[in-house]
């Protein structure tokens, strides 16, 4: 159509001009639309132009450029000539370019830079006589031809750092630069032989088809496998590509008054704000960060070069004050003048993003809603718990599933008695299991951590450990625990125990040995932060807690109640495990009544311990829910113990045990089926909730018991355990002469009471999604054994995230969203939460939020990573994070 507007390919920029924005990151890429935008606000960039990133894909589909690209870089040539006097393969004049990528979103390292393009035997001449020093010019085209070589022909570096130190050990030199020209130019010789030999083919002398030839290699290094890794990791979309940018080189390996470095307008690791980074004299990028030479601390180029610095330092508080956030920003110093390569978003630690965010508050710089914005939820982890010192030598052993966050170090122990003994004694141990049962209950309380071989995310030792605040790897296939041994295998290492191990939760490694740590420190900025996102947020958000200790550490990360209380958590250990055991064994409904007076209370007592220490905030109590086979020993050793201890006969104890068991227990007796079967059990845990409530409000304590019933399948199943639990309140409340108000609910975890929530909501005040088991039920997933095939499933792209840690909004997620438009349809009160571990994972603590849930649950330690994901939310449905996005 005539007069209709074609996007250009190229962008310009120079001479304090630009065609580009810092809006425009999805063509530019971060690094172009920085350059550019720098250019337009004054700061000194060295001219140049950036391919649109939108080519790339379309390069790596055909392996072609189009037409128009070809033109429109010739042009941008022609016009960077014009800017800088000098000209593109001139033998006299040279003008070389470095060739450089940049994606939207920031991938450091992960794709190709080539400097010095343009140079060849005819050019290096003209770079001599412009510079007046022969081996600058030659260091440079000896970096080009290893660089070119390296990126665009898939060369390795081996061959051509072997010939340097070997040409360095025989001039007697340590460092490159010191090399004299002529040892210089026989080394680009040398390195165009290398080239030949593997190619068969010379190495290019027309500057054109170098430019060509490295745009290509940048565009391609988007597939490299470690870009590729990169993104996964990042969740970054492969649909993104990468921008191409070409500027005009500046050179800081000129000589002592030349330098290039790497600086952030603020500590990243502290958020201090002062200069921070690294620098090298008479060197080029390449140099700080490969490690050739040792770099010095920013602070003494102000002694080195004061005024460089000081104008560093300026332009640094420039930029920072343009983009409002800290910078990390590249430069080069070319004979005393500054040159600005880069600014971008600096990537900062937990700590360092808390501390920024609240000093810019206080600098006028962003409003509180913005600092709420800017921080990533997941960050506040490192806040929360240890980690290990980011200079700490490591040894990886193996990777399994970050199943609890933190880091710990101890020796190992297979056994939880020993670990109990050991940890009496002082020593720092870490529970290393095939998988833990409810009988590894006080090994784990007395551990560190706990790294399983088999389970997931959701596994016992997942969920138990997150709500101790403990670090936890999970299903680490590679380990071959022999716990009869005292021992694990990784391939041919072997740990025993008494070896030390450091265990990261956050990233699931296991590494050998004691790795420093670095302990956690919640700041008043931490505080501050927290009651900003408070006041903006409006999903409520409660805690996991199964103990009184679980309570308190919640209210203390400000947990607005309790969303699931595990009952059976309180019967894992010493004269609790006895009883129920003996409640299992018994042959009658007597038998089972005495064994339960036994329990009556101990559940009454916890229960009064979690009411006061919520102090009125809800606590919702979920009945007895797994299968009693749980609560049963395994091993042939621990049957006999307990049949002794029970005078049974073991051949008995067997039998009832074998008589328990069941080919797929997620989905057998459990939850209120056993309810159904066993109303005792049911009669006496209502006893003990409303006798305890009954007790803490005589005290003039306040309370509010929610009491809710698992894996409801029907409304008739509800119904019946509603019935025991309203006439067993009644006699509470007539007896102890007080009426205490509660709400009772119901559990939704399988896929029928979802889709038959206005049946169910006709009875229940309140749904609370067990996302855990309902992704189980939906999926067909075992979430102990679906380790086994998940981590391949990610890796091929047939599922995008693991569903047991990012709810899954397409299939679990329109469950949830039928249940809660069921529930309210009928019920328009209905009060709605989650208390899977979703709960405390920010993108589906969105998803909740978006769905109207009144509050979420999570472990104790996810509370604050909750509180600022519903602030996010909540700052996202009014535009707000949009706003702070588009200006960093």
Known sequence: ??????????????????????????????????????????????????????????????????????????????????????????????????????????????????????????????????????????????????????????????????????????????????????????????????????????????????????????????????A????????????????VNIVAMVFGNLGEDSGTGVAFSRDPSTGERVLYGEYLLNAQGEDVVSGVRNPDPIARLREAMPQAYGELDRTARLLERHFRDVQDMEFTIERGKLYMLQTRRGQRSGPAAVRVACEMVDEGL??????????????????????????????????????????????????????????????????????????????????????????????????????????????????????????????????REGEWITVDGATGRVFAGQAALIAPELSGNFNRLMAWADRVRHLRVRCNADTPADAHRGRDFGAEGIGLCRTEHMFFEGRRLEAMREMIVASDTAGRKKALAKLLPMQRGDFEAIFRAMDGFPVCIRLLDPPLHEFLPKEASEIEAMAREMS?????????????????????????????????????????????????????GRVMPEVMVPLTSSVIEFRKQA??????????????????????????????AALTADEIAREAQFFSFGTNDLTQTTWGLSRDDAG????????????????????????????????????????????????GEHGG????????????????????FRVPIARLAAAQSALSERGTMDRTRATV
């Open 723 to 752: 019935l025991i639990v309203r006439q067993i309140s009644s006699e509470v409340f007539s007896e102890r002469q007080i009426t205490v108000p509660y709400v009772l609910g119901t559990m939704i975890e399988l896929p029928r």
């Open 228 to 243: 590729i890794d990169y993104r996964k990791l990042h969740d970054i979309p492969d649909t993104m590509g990468t921008a």
């Open 648 to 700: 049974l006969e073991p051949a008995k104890l067997r039998r009832i045990i074998d008589g328990l068991t069941e080919v797929n227990p997620m989905l057998g007796l459990r939850g209120c089926r056993l309810g159904i079967m066993y109303p005792e059990i049911t009669e006496m845990q209502v006893r003990a909730i409303f006798e305890a409530a009954c007790t803490v409000a005589a005290r003039k």
């Open 1 to 226: 159509m005539s007069g209709s507007y074609v996007q250009p390919l190229v962008y310009f920029f120079g001479q304090g001009r630009a065609d580009g924005t810092a809006g425009m990151k999805d063509i530019l890429g971060g690094k172009g639309a920085g350059l550019a935008e720098m250019t337009t606000i004054g700061i000194p960039v060295p001219p140049g132009f950036t391919i649109a990133s939108t080519l790339c894909l379309t390069y790596l589909e055909s392996g072609q450029f189009p037409l128009r690209l070809r033109t429109q870089v010739e042009n941008s040539l022609q016009r960077l000539e014009g800017a800088t006097g000098r000209h593109f393969g001139d033998r006299d004049n040279p003008l070389l370019v470095s060739v450089r990528s940049g994606a939207a979103v920031s991938m450091p390292g992960m794709m190709e830079t080539i400097l010095n393009l343009g140079l060849n035997d005819v050019t290096v001449e003209g770079l001599t006589r412009q510079s007046g020093n022969p081996a600058f010019a030659w260091d440079s085209y000896r970096r080009f031809v290893q660089m070119y070589a390296s990126v665009v022909y898939d060369l390795p570096k081996r061959p051509f750092d072997h010939l340097l130190e070997e040409r360095k050990a025989r001039c007697g030199v340590e460092r490159d630069i010191d090399l004299p020209a002529d040892e210089l130019k026989a080394l680009v010789l040398d390195f165009k032989s290398v080239v030949a030999k593997e190619r068969g083919l010379p190495f290019p002398d027309e500057p054109l088809d170098q430019l060509w030839g490295a745009i290509a290699a940048v565009f391609e290094s988007w597939n490299t496998r470690r």
């Open 841 to 860: 994972e920010p993108a589906s603590v969105a998803f909740c939020d978006e769905l109207g849930m009144n509050y979420v649950s999570c472990s104790p």
């Open 788 to 835: 086994r095939f998940l981590p391949m499933y990610l890796e091929n792209g047939i599922i995008e995230d693991d569903p047991f840690q990012v709810l899954d909004r397409a299939g679990v997620g329109k469950l949830v969203q039928i249940g809660c438009e069921l529930g309210r349809k009928t019920r328009p009160d209905l009060k709605l939460g989650i208390c």
């Open 366 to 495: 962003i409003s509180e809603e913005e600092a709420v914005a800017r921080i990533p939820p997941n960050d506040l982890n490192q806040l929360l718990h240890p980690m290990i010192d980011p200079d700490s030598q490591l040894d990886l052993l193996t990777t399994g599933l970050p199943a609890s966050p933190g880091a710990a170090c101890g020796t190992a122990v297979f056994d939880a008695d020993r670990a109990e003994e050991l940890a009496k004694g002082g020593g720092a141990v870490i529970l290393v299991r095939r998988e833990t049962s409810p009988e590894d209950f006080h090994g784990m309380v007395a551990a560190r951590a706990i790294v399983t071989a088999r389970g997931g995310m959701t596994s016992h030792a997942a969920v138990v450990a997150r709500g101790m605040g403990k670090p936890c790897v999970a299903g680490a296939q590679a380990l071959d625990v022999d716990e009869g041994a005292g021992c694990f295998r990784v391939g041919t290492r072997e740990i």
